[in-house]
Structure formats: structure tokens, C-alpha cells
């Protein structure tokens, strides 16, 4: 058994499905080959959609949805609006996770509340980022180094699990946000 | 055929894509993804003589379907190719893993008639299982259809024959038909 494929182009103003095509489909040649030729056959009507060209190419922007930050850290900054300003909410994941485990989160958020950024990151070792040994007050150090990269001074609000939380406190400590700042912002 | 043997046929053929984003993946980037990063960067290769997408019309939830022609079925295995594959953009892997149902499907070109005038508006892809390689006899029915009672507004039918199919195995089906039930069964879930 062989699979064929014909693909039949047509004008948008057809006879598809009209008399005409009713006749044809009870000839007794198509009939024939139906029923003795092919095994089984399948059709599906597509309607035309878009045409690539080489120069619409556009090498992914680093802060369109999925964001290559810097190295060793690497993270994804996601938002409903274009607010470089907009307050931004930190995740951080558990141990053996990377950023994706907040995916389905970050999806609902976005619709529920389309003012704010979300910012999540694959700490070291994860994802694309190195893979050298590390510490809490590493990942701490790494966050702040993804946040300045980003121009990020102050957060609104950190959604930590497990891990995350305990370098997230670490990165507390040692930066000068203080949680007054945190307070004014809300 | 194997796909140790796509590097032997030289010969021109038609690759296709049939995907449909899950419900994690928002329509626009699926979108944006396939048409300012994918299909572009698959143009820009001398294999590949042009590149359409096209919305299937009678499927509850759209699958879409993208075609590219090629002028040799081996470019699919040299390294200009396969470096897109290997070397993707993060922003491409986080689509991807996104996708619900993805489906690749190699073609070798069998036979034309009609006027090409690529992309037609309205594309009837039609899949056949023909018996004890009776492609010939096929192939004159349709050279007969077509002198005898052409239908209004077709411009032009390719035969093709499926040659290789490299979707992952859980797609690896026997039928497009079959793909579609499996596909109706998987809209939502992820792959």
C-alpha cells in the first residue's frame, strides 16, 4: 500500500460540494477506484492563511515574551501591556524545577491582571544558565545581577517554593529595598 | 523511506507541517513565532522554494497546516537545515513545548496538472491508500477527471507520495484521518 497525497488547488469561488462535484463523485471510473484501488482515503479543506517571505525574519527580542537575560541567571520576563514601569513580581522556583513550572501560573495571572509584570528565572544549572557550584548567597547575588541587568530596583511582590524561598530571603537581607518601599508601592 | 535514504533523493518534493497550539501557547505568539522567525528562516534557504500557511475549515478547533515546497527532498539532511533544528532560539523551544499536536510529513513529487499559481486560495489535500502500488491507474483516473468534468475554479491537483514521516511516534499514524480522531482526542493536552 502506497500513501498518495493529491493536493488540489482551487480558486475561492468554487464548485466544491456543488452538482457538479456530486456528479463526478458517482462516476463509475471514481467509483471503481473507491472501492477496489485504494484502501481508504481521507480529504480535508484548508484555507489559505499567510505566505512566509525570507525578509520577514526577525531575530526573537530579548523582552518579547521569553527574555535570554544574562548569564549565569537566566529568566522570562512576561506582561499583558508594554509598562516597562509596570510593578513587577518576582518567582522563584523549588529545586530540581526550572522557570516553566510557572508557566500555567503565569498564563492566569497575565489575564487577571494585565498592570503587572511577571519575572521568572531559571536559577544556576537550570535551563540555559551554568552550571557551577552554588550556594544560597549565590542565587541571591544572581537575582540581584538579573534584576540590575533588567533596570529593576524594586519589586512588588516575590511568590517563592522551597529553594526559592530560601535565597529569596538571602537577596531580602542584602538589598536595599526595604519593605517600606515595598508598602509605598501597594 | 528511511531517512538514511532522504540524503539520496536529490530530486524536487514537498515537506508539511499540520500543528495546532495548545491552550498554554496564546494564538498570537504561535503566530508571531511561525511567521517572523520559523517560516522566514526556512526561506532564506535555497531549498526552500516558497512557504505557505493554511487554516483547516472543517475541524472544530483550526489546525493549521504549513507547506513548503523543496527543490531537492535531501536539503532536509544537510547542515543548513538540520542547524535550525539543533540550534533553535529559546523563544522556539518555549513555543514548542507549548504545541499540542505537531505533525511532519516528507512528500516526493509524483506527478502535476493544471496551472500553478502558488498559494491558491482554497487547498482539498487528499489522502489515499492505494493498493498493490495501483498509483498508475490512479493517476489516469485523475488525468481523466480533469479533462472531462474539470470543477469550477480549480486551477491545479499535485500528486505526491508520502515518503518519510518524522513526527514523534505518538503521531506516528496510519492515516490523516486517523491523525485527526487522535488530534480531536489530544485537543487541550499536551504532548
Request: glycine letters at 6%; one cysteine or more.
Amino acid at each position: 500500500v502506497k500513501e498518495l497525497l493529491a493536493l488540489h488547488e482551487f480558486e475561492s469561488d468554487n464548485g466544491l460540494d456543488g452538482p457538479e462535484h456530486q456528479y463526478a463523485k458517482l462516476r463509475p471510473w471514481r467509483l471503481k477506484i473507491v472501492n477496489e484501488v485504494i484502501e481508504g482515503k481521507d480529504n480535508k479543506v484548508f484555507d489559505f492563511s499567510h505566505a512566509f517571505r525570507a525578509q520577514d525574519y526577525q531575530k526573537p527580542k530579548p523582552l518579547h515574551g521569553f527574555n535570554h537575560v544574562s548569564r549565569p541567571t537566566t529568566g522570562a520576563i512576561s506582561w499583558a501591556r508594554k509598562d516597562s514601569h509596570a510593578p513587577l513580581v518576582v518567582f522563584s522556583n523549588s529545586l530540581l524545577t526550572d522557570l516553566h513550572i510557572w508557566d500555567p501560573t503565569i498564563d492566569e495571572l497575565i489575564c487577571a491582571f494585565p498592570g503587572f509584570r511577571f519575572l521568572r528565572y531559571n536559577t544556576r544549572g537550570y535551563g540555559s544558565s551554568s552550571n557551577e557550584p552554588v550556594d544560597v548567597d549565590v542565587l541571591a547575588d544572581d537575582l540581584a545581577g538579573l534584576l540590575d541587568s533588567l533596570g529593576v530596583q524594586r519589586y512588588f511582590a516575590a511568590v517563592r517554593v522551597s529553594l526559592g524561598g530560601a535565597h529569596l530571603q538571602k537577596f531580602r537581607n542584602k538589598i536595599s529595598l526595604t519593605l517600606r518601599q515595598i508598602h509605598r508601592l501597594r | 523511506m528511511p531517512l538514511d535514504r532522504l540524503s539520496a533523493y536529490k530530486g524536487p518534493g514537498f515537506f508539511c507541517v499540520l500543528s495546532q497550539p495548545s491552550d498554554s501557547l496564546p494564538i498570537d505568539e504561535y503566530h508571531h513565532w511561525y511567521n517572523t522567525e520559523h517560516g522566514p528562516a526556512r526561506l532564506k534557504l535555497d531549498n526552500f522554494a516558497n512557504g505557505f500557511r493554511y487554516k483547516s475549515r472543517d475541524l472544530g478547533r483550526p489546525v493549521w497546516l504549513a507547506c513548503y515546497d523543496l527543490k531537492r527532498v535531501s536539503g532536509l539532511t544537510e547542515p543548513q537545515y538540520t542547524t535550525l533544528r539543533e540550534k533553535r532560539s529559546e523563544r522556539e523551544h518555549h513555543v514548542l513545548k507549548r504545541m499540542g499536536y505537531l505533525d511532519r510529513r516528507i512528500y516526493t513529487n509524483f506527478s502535476s496538472r493544471g496551472v500553478d499559481k502558488s498559494p491558491a486560495p482554497i487547498l482539498l489535500a487528499v489522502t489515499m491508500y492505494v493498493k498493490n502500488n495501483r498509483v498508475d491507474e490512479v493517476d489516469r483516473w485523475y488525468e481523466e477527471v480533469r479533462r472531462a468534468l474539470p470543477l469550477r475554479g480549480w486551477r491545479c491537483a499535485h500528486n505526491k507520495y508520502r515518503s518519510i514521516s518524522t513526527t514523534s511516534p505518538e503521531f506516528l499514524v496510519g492515516s490523516v484521518a486517523a491523525a485527526f480522531d487522535l488530534l480531536q482526542a489530544t485537543v487541550g493536552k499536551r504532548v
